[in-house]
């Protein structure tokens, strides 16, 4: 088969690992040339050592504090200094933070992660949309399944991916007057190294991940490649879809379970614990 994006010019936020990563290794594997962006470097530079030997296309990492306004434009400018051009933006850096009641979060705490996961959405789409409207391109924005179903003891996270998800709606409504296409990834139980990471706060790591699994009704969870193919959908075939939630959740939002915190005491204590819906890196 060919490559689906051949010499398309992709910025990927949040690239160096986890979902971003499996992102970055899908369409540089299927022709295009990445441009992506995380704030350390060394995981940035290996992976972009790593691809650019196997790749059929290739990428460029770029350090970049999505935090920062100006970090973001020159990104975008090194991007289209380099290719002349961008057809397609995925956003998705964030972080999921350590689950924490309502009542021990802080306005602080709610006010940082909202510009660590929603505006820096905002921003680099707003800089790079003057481009995109040239070529037509796409954005994809990656929420999670938690702005549908919720998540315990994660309100603000919540929050902010529920925003996402608006956001995509309204962008798509907007800029469908340049024939430029604004969609959502909404993953599910993703193994990541931040997965493990917020297991390993737990008192059995190991059980909780294979509680995790359960989650599904596929009885897994999902890869980075799958989160990676996912994008690549969007970009290359989904071409009549604006507007849309892509579901990558395993059917994890289907069928009834035990959910009732109300009855919880009654539960085995393998049944309780914490479910770790979605974390992802930074």
Not at 163 to 180: C, F, G, P, Q, R
Not at 235 to 259: H, M, P, Q, R, V
Request: glycine letters at 8%; charged letters at 20%; one cysteine or more.
């Amino acid at each position: 088969m060919s490559p689906r994006y051949s010499n398309k010019v992709v910025i990927v936020t949040g690239g160096s690992k986890g979902i971003g990563r499996g992102i970055v290794k899908v369409f540089v594997a299927n022709g295009a040339k990445v441009v992506f962006c995380a704030p350390e470097g060394a995981a940035g530079e290996a992976l972009e050592t790593e691809l650019n030997k196997a790749g059929v296309g290739s990428c460029t990492y770029v350090p970049c504090d999505v935090c920062k306004e100006d970090d973001i434009k020159r990104l975008i400018a090194f991007t289209v200094e380099h290719y002349g051009h961008v057809d397609c933006l995925v956003n998705n850096a964030g972080w999921h933070p350590p689950h924490k009641p309502i009542d021990d979060t802080t306005a602080e705490e709610f006010k940082d992660l909202l510009n660590l996961n929603l505006i820096n959405y905002f921003l680099a789409s707003k800089y790079v949309l003057p481009y995109l409207r040239k070529r037509q391109g796409n954005i994809i924005n990656v929420s999670s399944l938690t702005a549908t179903i919720g998540q315990k003891d994660a309100a603000p996270y919540v929050a902010t991916k529920g925003a996402i998800l608006s956001m995509t709606k309204a962008m798509a409504v907007d800029e469908s007057l340049h024939n430029v296409r604004v969609n959502c990834i909404s993953p599910g139980n993703v193994l990541t190294p931040l997965w493990k990471e917020l297991a390993g706060q737990t008192p059995d790591a190991a059980a909780t991940i294979q509680l995790g699994e359960t989650h599904q009704l596929m009885g897994r969870m999902g890869t980075e490649a799958e989160c990676g193919l996912a994008a690549l959908f969007l970009a290359a075939d989904a071409t009549f879809c604006t507007g849309i939630e892509l579901l990558l959740s395993g059917g994890a939002e289907l069928n009834y379970g035990i959910k009732s915190q109300i009855s919880s005491s009654l539960l085995a204590p393998s049944l309780l614990a914490p479910s770790l819906l979605t974390p992802r890196p930074l």
